[in-house]
Structure formats: structure tokens, C-alpha cells
């Protein structure tokens, strides 16, 4: 077979390509330049530096609550206004329960605890009602006695914390 005239200069181009690249040397890296480390001197102190201290006072740090006393039934308004029906009814249940068992904490009032944990008595239970409504009217505004004798009965006496938190919260939604 015969070769035709357009094959040789394609045969030619790829020749001198190749011994392009052949003939070139490869470049030697660039040497790498080691940080040259200088002594720093340490300064010198003054002597004729004064340290200032006269105007200068400790404060020192009071960690002091500054809000009403917590379970009182101030505390428990602020928390209803505010909308923190949660800690409201936490700081309710403990004020409740507190003339019957007076070690009890806010560590031991739960969410999940039974109601009947903390309405024990007669007078606990007349705390809660209190406490309650004095919240609820600090948030909503003033309360008649069959509007809040309504809402009494509509808690749930054999729920937990939270079922009495999320029908508190239905009613300051207004439903």
C-alpha cells in the first residue's frame, strides 16, 4: 500500500514533537530557605516604673438574687406575666406542699410528678388556688370567681405538672 502525500507532514509534526520533549533537561528544584532564628533579648525592667493601686478597689463578686423570694407568690406572678407557666407552677406546686414538708427543694418538683404529690392537705390545696389565680390575673388581668372557679375545675386533679402547665397555657392562649 501506498502512502499518500497528506500522511507525511502529520508523521513529521509528531517526530519533532517527540524529540522535543526528549531533549529538554528537568529544572533542579528551588533550595528551600531555613528560617534563621534570632535572639530576642528579655526587656529590661524599669526601675522607675510605680505600679498604681490607690485607685484601683476590689469588687468583690455578691451572687445575691435580687427578685422576689423565689415561691412566693410575687415570684409566681412575675413567672405567669413573663409566660413561664412551667417555673410558675415548679415554684406553685413547691409553696404548696412547703408548710407540709418544708425540706422539699425546687430539685424536688418535677414536671412529671403527680399533682396529688403536692396537694396534700387542705392548706396546700388552698395555696395552689392562690397561686394560681394571682398568676393567671397577672397575666390575663383581673379574673371574676365563676371565670377562675371554671379554670379549677378544668385541671386535670389526677394529671401530672405538665398536663396542669398545658391546660394553663390553652387558657392564657385564650381557648
Known amino acids: 500500500m501506498v502512502m499518500g502525500f497528506n500522511g507525511y ?9 517527540t524529540l522535543a520533549g526528549c531533549s529538554q533537561k528537568p529544572q533542579p528544584a528551588p533550595a528551600r530557605v531555613a528560617p534563621v532564628a534570632t535572639a530576642v533579648a ?8 510605680k505600679v498604681q493601686t490607690q485607685g484601683v478597689e476590689r469588687i468583690q463578686f455578691q451572687e445575691e ?4 423570694q423565689p415561691g412566693s407568690i410575687a415570684s409566681v406572678q412575675a413567672l405567669f406575666a413573663r409566660g413561664y407557666v412551667d417555673s410558675a407552677l415548679r415554684e406553685t406546686m413547691l409553696a404548696a ?17 403527680p399533682v396529688r404529690k403536692f396537694l396534700t392537705s387542705e392548706h396546700a390545696t388552698t395555696t395552689a388556688h392562690d397561686y394560681i389565680r394571682s398568676g393567671l390575673e397577672a ?3 383581673p379574673l371574676g370567681d365563676a371565670r377562675y372557679r371554671q379554670i379549677w375545675q378544668s385541671l386535670p386533679q389526677n394529671g401530672e405538672v405538665r398536663h396542669w402547665s398545658a391546660r394553663l397555657k390553652q387558657v392564657m392562649a385564650g381557648r
Do not use: E, K, N
Not at 9 to 17: E, I, K, T, Y
Not at 42 to 49: C, E, S
Open 42 to 49: 528579655p526587656a529590661a525592667p524599669r526601675t522607675d516604673g
Open 97 to 113: 406542699v412547703h408548710t407540709d414538708y418544708p425540706l422539699l427543694g425546687m430539685r424536688d418538683v418535677h414536671l412529671i410528678d
Open 139 to 141: 397575666r390575663l388581668g
Open 9 to 17: 507532514p502529520l508523521m513529521g509534526l509528531v517526530v519533532a514533537l
Open 65 to 68: 438574687y435580687l427578685g422576689p
